[in-house]
T-cell receptor, first 115, second 114 residues
Framework: DAGVIQSPRHEVTEMGQEVTLRCKPI?????LFWYRQTMMRGLELLIY????????DSGMPEDRFSAKMPNASFSTLKIQPSEPRDSAVYFC?????????????FGEGSWLTVV | AQSVTQLDSQVPVFEEAPVELRCNYS??????LFWYVQYPNQGLQLLLK??????LVKGINGFEAEFNKSQTSFHLRKPSVHISDTAEYFC????????????FGKGTTLSVSS
């Protein structure tokens, strides 16, 4: 079975450029999560969607970050403009039937470096 | 709001030794608890989870964890580790029956040497 698919796996971009990270959740899952991982802050929840609707975006660091889920099989996380402190691994994850104790499955991450 | 504290950032052990990775949580409501493992350059995968019932939970790769409500702990254990267990381990919590996402601890790096 296909897991959570993220693209790109690696991206190096210059400060000020727009970055778009993409995610395809596991088919049939109706909850989708974006996490950011850094050495200093660990794993932080940025935003999560349930049935394509954003439920909690309190972790989105600032207005430069935006996330969308136009349909059940696709989500994007956009950073505009990007800054060096945005360098991190961004994980997309999904789970079925809401978040009531269900296992959350992670993608392999998008490694972002902003220079 | 929930929070998770992993008490050790790094745990070095020798192969075939037992190991315990400690996790404490804070919450004013009932919680679900999870342990995930992350191998280098990979995403996270579930080791085990506690939702309800027996407080001793068995997971994959010989790991187990015990939920202790009075001590608000969910420590992960393995009686005999292998080199291949070297990885980052994350404890996570979510609010039970309320549809909240997982909140993760900072992680514990388990390094197994021969």
């Amino acid at each position: 079975d296909a897991g959570v698919i993220q693209s790109p796996r690696h991206e190096v971009t210059e400060m000020g450029q727009e970055v778009t990270l993409r995610c395809k959740p596991i088919s049939g899952h109706n909850s989708l999560f974006w996490y950011r991982q850094t050495m200093m802050r660990g794993l932080e929840l940025l935003i999560y969607f349930n049935n394509n609707v954003p439920i909690d975006d309190s972790g989105m660091p600032e207005d430069r970050f935006s996330a969308k889920m136009p349909n059940a099989s696709f989500s994007t996380l956009k950073i505009q403009p990007s800054e060096p402190r945005d360098s991190a691994v961004y994980f997309c994850a999904s789970s079925g039937q809401g978040v009531y104790g269900n296992t959350i499955y992670f993608g392999e991450g998008s490694w972002l470096t902003v220079v | 709001a929930q929070s998770v504290t992993q008490l050790d950032s790094q745990v070095p052990v020798f192969e075939e030794a037992p190991v315990e990775l400690r996790c404490n949580y804070s919450s004013s409501v009932s919680v679900y608890l999870f342990w995930y493992v992350q191998y280098p350059n990979q995403g996270l995968q579930l080791l085990l989870k506690y939702l309800s019932g027996s407080t001793l939970v068995k997971g994959i790769n010989g790991f187990e964890a015990e939920f202790n409500k009075s001590q608000t702990s969910f420590h992960l254990r393995k009686p005999s580790v292998h080199i291949s267990d070297t990885a980052e381990y994350f404890c996570a919590v979510s609010e039970a029956e309320a549809g909240t996402a997982l909140i993760f601890g900072k992680g514990t790096t388990l390094s197994v040497s021969s």
